[in-house]
């Protein structure tokens, strides 16, 4: 016996495209800064939001958030598995002549300014890469996305205290990757 697919009624449309217009940069941002790849970060948040379209009626309109980064979070741990298992032939190498046009270029009045902003930039994305995946989620869940605790929890399927043990632990490993470059206080909130 096949099992018929009902169509979600207006307001689950509703709260879909509501989720989907305030969690979708969000979740890009999460998933490239995860995989260190825009594109492939693109097609997790696309399956990530289609796979909230086919179980809009099991999630409640409060969980979506949650809901979205936990799906996304795995399926890009099944990517970064994949990786492991593949050699990549080629690296992508990004010139400066490559790079899109940034607001911190047009504000900037001197070339050496625009320089240091591009470095700042590239030593942080290289730091948030360099952070074991468990201690980076962490981090991007709860300084980058502005998760609480609890939400990240939910997400990583893990106690609090343990996301609150790896954020500090990715703070303090962060902070000694990019010290010199950015001028870090007491927290990292504001990236």
């Not at 825009?38 to 009626?57: C, I, K, M, S, T």
């Not at 990517?79 to 940034?102: A, C, G, M, N």
């Not at 939910?154 to 954020?167: D, E, Q, Y």
Request: glycine fraction near 4%; proline fraction near 5%; charged fraction near 30%.
């Amino acid at each position: 016996m096949t099992r018929v697919q009902q169509e979600p009624d207006a307001l689950a449309l509703v709260a879909f495209n509501r989720a989907m217009g305030e969690h979708a940069d969000g979740l890009k941002t999460f998933a490239t800064r995860l995989l260190g790849d825009p594109l492939a970060a693109e097609d997790v948040a696309q399956d990530a939001f289609l796979a909230l379209y086919r179980h809009l009626e099991q999630v409640p309109t409060s969980a979506f958030r949650p809901w979205l980064y936990r799906v996304a979070r795995n399926l890009c741990l099944d990517q970064l598995r994949r990786r492991k298992f593949k050699l990549r032939l080629f690296r992508d190498v990004e010139r400066d002549d490559d790079r899109p046009h940034t607001p911190e270029d047009a504000q900037a009045d001197r070339p050496d300014e625009v320089a240091a902003a591009r470095e700042a930039r590239t030593k942080v994305e290289e730091a948030i890469q360099q952070l074991p995946t468990r201690f980076r989620e962490a981090f991007l869940l709860c300084e980058m996305q502005g998760l609480s605790y609890e939400d990240a929890a939910a997400i990583l399927n893990c106690p609090v205290k343990t996301v609150s043990t790896r954020l500090f632990r990715a703070r303090q490993r962060f902070r000694a990757l990019v010290g010199d470059v950015l001028d870090l206080g007491p927290r990292t909130a504001g990236l």
